[in-house]
């Protein structure tokens, strides 16, 4: 079956803009999950939705940036006012089991180039 | 300090060479360890759980120290195919997020 997509693949916005990056998850997965993944580092946690509910937003580094599912299935990641230092892949995954466990599946990730 | 920390090489091996990697973990609260892998420009895929006791997946064994807080990935007659990131995983108890190592890339040339 289809796996977990995003959009778009490839972003270059110059610094200052807003942008947004969509994922689609695996069709009934109630938990999805962002994560950012700089350059020559592995990903780090951003946010995680059961359903629609955001249950856990420690890891989003700013108040620049903003998640929501309010469907409870298509995600969006927002980030306003890009910087240079928000450059990164910023990748999603999602599971079919409640709880931030252990069997996620990724998307293919958006690569993000803030110039 | 990072909370898991791993080399990140590269290691170049022949193929059907025998490969470790480790891993340390800081937090001693942590429950659950994984070795994910990611090929390059791909997304990270779960390779394996990490038992207390030790587990095997065909040409994969993975190893658990929890005294010492340190995890272990072998990889025996290793192939072109095997080239990829290894990604070091943790999880602490209750509903909290995966933990992520840098990875350590492998190269296996033929």
């Known amino acids: 079956g289809a796996g977990v997509s995003q959009s778009p693949r490839y972003k270059v916005a110059k610094r200052g803009q807003d942008v947004a990056l969509r994922c689609d998850p695996i069709s009934g997965h109630v938990s999805l999950f962002w994560y950012q993944q700089a350059l020559g580092q592995g990903p780090e946690f951003l946010t995680y939705f059961q359903n629609e509910a955001q249950l856990d937003k420690s890891g989003l580094p700013s108040d620049r940036f903003f998640a929501e599912r309010p469907e409870g299935s298509v995600s969006t990641l927002k980030i306003q006012r890009t910087q240079q230092e928000d450059s990164a892949v910023y990748l999603c995954?999602?599971?079919?089991?409640?709880?931030?466990?252990?069997?996620?599946?990724f998307g293919p990730g958006t690569r993000l180039l803030v110039l | 300090r990072k909370e898991v920390e791993q080399d990140p090489g590269p290691f170049n091996v022949p193929e059907g060479a025998t490969v470790a990697f480790n891993c340390t973990y800081s937090?001693?609260?942590?429950?659950?360890f994984f070795w994910y892998r990611q090929d390059c420009r791909k997304e990270p895929k779960l390779l394996m759980s990490?038992?207390?006791s030790g587990n095997e997946d065909g040409r994969f064994t993975a190893q658990l120290n929890r005294a010492s807080q340190y995890i272990s990935l072998l990889i025996r007659d290793s192939k072109l195919s095997d080239s990829a990131t290894y990604l070091c995983v943790v999880k602490y108890s209750g509903n909290t997020p995966l933990v992520f190592g840098k990875g350590t890339r492998l190269s296996v040339i033929a």
């Open positions: 995954a999602s599971s079919s089991i409640p709880g931030q466990g252990e069997t996620q599946y």
């Open positions: 990490v038992y207390s």
């Open positions: 937090n001693s609260a942590s429950q659950s």
